[in-house]
């Protein structure tokens, strides 16, 4: 660092230069080996070479992918101490800096923690507090994600009272959020889909949970807009047609559905993500828009754990890398409409994951313990949120000690 100073009197403009890294941004079509210089939180400069004598710092990111930081887009972060409110100020959602940088995702978007009637308090607790950017779905339900009878309450779902609460937060909630809800109405959808339309935001539907199930094609043909997204797509669970049936077959409209603009998520979750759905789903053509952890205490101490596990598991099944790194980076930003992020545009905010990506033997769980054997895996070297190093798993971005 000493031996760097007096560069950085005469002409340093650089604070931090990325050295050597693959860059992936699939926004602006990079895809190759380049330096990315950071200066004043974000990015200066991209280039095939630039001078490390005009950095302060430099950090060698050879043999590494230098990507956009990852925007998580189904997470469960509304944490506090109430009991029995299941992911809405609860012990099992979990706080954002503790799960996020180490795994690559500098924004991490809450979807359905809080409705509208409790929004405040998880913008105050969690949002306001975090390092990590915390975006917003509010519940339909004004109460949140509370669980059981809470979530059943079509009377708490107020579609004008959700969208105005989200028009007063226009940075922050991006979204309407539908789950967990067990009945043969198309009422809870439509009221979400409205308060979407009022507030001109996404919704996200956790669909399904009657018998019999209601019909997926009116879900995804009828009820949602484009741009709305249809989570857990590779879920099969009781109450919900699976868009892979038992013959392993692709249901014909998925296809029809998401080139018409239906956003299938990952939301891969406790419950959430089997084999038997994604490897054949993905075969026939549908690859998720988004991948996404549906981060919570039960998902993350199995088969799901982290952001960038999820997105080996799709390295395997036949993505390549810069397909997953779109799907976690600039579609999750169009998906939410916060196109100012999920890139490395010159002038954005430095807001970059910095992944190895080992071969060996590793393996993969699904939500019913089945393993799937692999020989990739992402590994989050380093993650910068507006140029400041937030997580450095081998200290690149540290000098060597000397004795
Ligand atoms: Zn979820």
Avoid at 26 to 31: A, E, F, L, V
Avoid at 124 to 136: C, E, F, H, N, P
């Amino acid at each position: 660092m000493f031996a760097l100073l007096p560069t950085m009197l005469v002409s340093q403009q650089i604070d931090l230069l990325i050295k050597g890294g693959h860059v992936i941004d699939p926004k602006n079509g990079r895809d190759a080996v380049m330096d990315v210089a950071i200066e004043d939180g974000k990015i200066f400069e991209i280039a095939d070479q630039i001078d490390p004598a005009r950095a302060f710092e430099v950090v060698d990111a050879t043999g590494l992918y230098v990507v956009p930081g990852l925007i998580d887009i189904h997470s469960h972060n509304f944490f506090g101490t109430e009991t029995d409110a299941y992911l809405s100020n609860s012990f099992q959602a979990l706080p954002p800096d503790g799960f996020s940088f180490r795994a690559g995702v500098t924004t991490i978007v809450d979807v359905g923690g809080a409705g509208w009637r409790n929004f405040k308090t998880f913008k105050r607790q969690t949002i306001d507090g975090s390092k990590t950017r915390v975006l917003a779905f509010l519940n339909i339900v004004g109460s949140g994600m509370k669980g059981g009878a809470i979530e059943q309450n079509l009377a708490d779902m107020d579609a004008k009272l959700t969208a105005m609460e989200a028009l007063q937060y226009p940075d922050i909630v991006v979204g309407v959020k539908l789950a967990h809800y067990y009945g043969p109405e198309w009422m809870p959808t439509e009221k979400a889909v409205e308060a979407g339309r009022i507030a001109d935001i996404p919704v996200m539907v956790d669909f399904g949970g009657y018998e019999d199930p209601l019909a997926l094609d009116t879900l995804f043909l009828h009820k949602l807009r484009p741009g709305d997204i249809f989570t857990h797509c590779y879920a099969s669970v009781t109450g919900r047609v699976p868009i892979v049936d038992e013959r392993r077959k692709l249901r014909p409209f998925v296809l029809e559905a998401q080139e018409r603009g239906l956003i299938f998520d990952v939301g891969h979750g406790g419950g959430s993500f089997r084999w038997d759905q994604a490897i054949p789903a993905v075969r026939q053509g549908l690859k998720p828009n988004t991948i996404s952890t549906d981060l919570h205490t039960g998902s993350m101490n199995g088969g799901m754990k982290d952001m960038i596990n999820v997105m080996s598991k799709f390295l395997n099944i036949g993505l390549t890398i810069q397909e997953v790194i779109e799907r976690s980076t600039w579609n999750a930003a169009q998906v939410i409409k916060r196109t100012d992020l999920g890139h490395l545009d010159i002038g954005a905010g430095a807001d970059v994951a910095i992944l190895g990506l080992h071969e060996g033997d590793f393996g993969f769980v699904d939500v019913r313990g089945w393993r799937l054997d692999g020989d990739k895996k992402l590994v989050c070297e380093l993650t910068l949120r507006d140029g400041a190093v937030v997580w450095d798993l081998n200290g690149i971005s540290s000098p060597v000690w000397e004795e």
